[in-house]
């Protein structure tokens, strides 16, 4: 297995946010391994080669692409796919739920990057049970929790919500490594998951989005200042 049983940072910033730079990134990722970081997930091929020639950490990868008449945005098409091969990640992450695709059908995605990529492990972005389930068959290396909680069906849920309830339906659900990632937002909510008996967790807004990180602050004292 390519990925640690351990930490793994999400450096992500999109164009509208104050930290979108690969260079930045690349620092944040820097950042993430003197803390104790044993992985990178990152978005976009430009921001991994950045991140790779600063820290000698396995990265999963993704890029993030809106298309029209769909609801997928990670890893979407056979184009993020090529992207991310030529970035040099360890892991392709893509949304592996049952919304409606751009392109071609999630099982044919797979066969894509098994034929293009096939020392590059596959990870699945999923949402409920049946689609973990579905992951596995399709054989996806790891199952991420990464999308419970933010796509239609799940909307208003939380990765946490009745002590990681969802996370242990997964975890009971499937044989592949699980990989909890979804507003594990403290070092507690950290501990937890791996009490649980996860492979491995990202953790990306609580460490890496300060604007985030200060709007939760400013959130608590807004009705005393």
Same mark, same amino acid.
């Given at each position: 297995?390519?990925?640690?049983?351990?930490?793994?940072?999400?450096?992500?910033?999109?164009?509208?946010?104050?930290?979108?730079?690969?260079?930045?990134?690349?620092?944040?990722? #820097?950042?993430?391994?003197?803390?104790?970081?044993?992985?990178?997930?990152?978005?976009? /091929?430009? &921001?991994?080669?950045?991140?790779?020639?600063?820290?000698?950490?396995?990265?999963?990868?993704?890029? /993030?692409?809106?298309?029209?008449?769909? &609801?997928?945005? =990670?890893?979407?098409?056979? /184009?993020? =796919?090529?992207?991310?091969?030529?970035?040099?990640?360890?892991?392709?992450?893509? &949304?592996?739920?049952?919304?409606?695709?751009?392109?071609?059908?999630?099982?044919? #995605? *797979?066969?894509?990057?098994?034929?293009?990529?096939?020392?590059?492990?596959?990870?699945?972005?999923?949402?409920?049970?049946?689609?973990?389930?579905?992951?596995?068959?399709?054989?996806?290396?790891?199952?991420?929790?990464?999308?419970?909680?933010?796509?239609?069906?799940?909307?208003?849920?939380?990765?946490?919500?009745? &002590?990681?309830?969802?996370? /242990?339906?997964?975890?009971?659900?499937?044989?592949?490594? *699980?990989?909890?990632?979804?507003?594990?937002?403290?070092?507690?909510?950290?501990?937890?998951?791996?009490?649980?008996? *996860?492979?491995?967790? *990202?953790?990306?807004?609580?460490?890496?989005?300060?604007?985030?990180?200060?709007?939760?602050?400013?959130?608590?004292?807004?009705?005393?200042?």
């Amino acid at each position: 297995m390519h990925l640690p049983k351990n930490l793994i940072v999400s450096c992500q910033a999109l164009e509208d946010e104050p930290l979108h730079s690969s260079f930045i990134m690349s620092k944040m990722a #820097l950042a993430a391994y003197q803390g104790g970081a044993k992985g990178i997930r990152a978005n976009s /091929k430009e &921001d991994i080669i950045e991140i790779k020639k600063e820290v000698k950490l396995p990265v999963i990868g993704i890029v /993030k692409r809106n298309y029209p008449d769909s &609801d997928v945005y =990670i890893t979407a098409t056979s /184009k993020e =796919i090529d992207e991310l091969i030529e970035s040099g990640c360890e892991v392709i992450a893509m &949304d592996a739920t049952l919304s409606a695709r751009a392109e071609m059908p999630l099982a044919e #995605l *797979v066969s894509y990057t098994r034929e293009k990529a096939p020392n590059v492990e596959l990870m699945a972005d999923i949402s409920t049970v049946e689609e973990a389930v579905n992951a596995e068959k399709l054989g996806f290396d790891y199952i991420g929790t990464t999308l419970h909680g933010y796509t239609n069906h799940t909307k208003g849920k939380k990765l946490y919500d009745n &002590d990681f309830a969802f996370l /242990k339906e997964v975890m009971k659900s499937v044989n592949k490594p *699980v990989i909890a990632e979804g507003n594990v937002a403290t070092p507690e909510m950290l501990k937890r998951v791996f009490e649980l008996g *996860v492979y491995s967790a *990202v953790v990306g807004g609580a460490i890496t989005r300060p604007k985030d990180i200060t709007t939760r602050f400013v959130d608590e004292i807004k009705e005393l200042v």
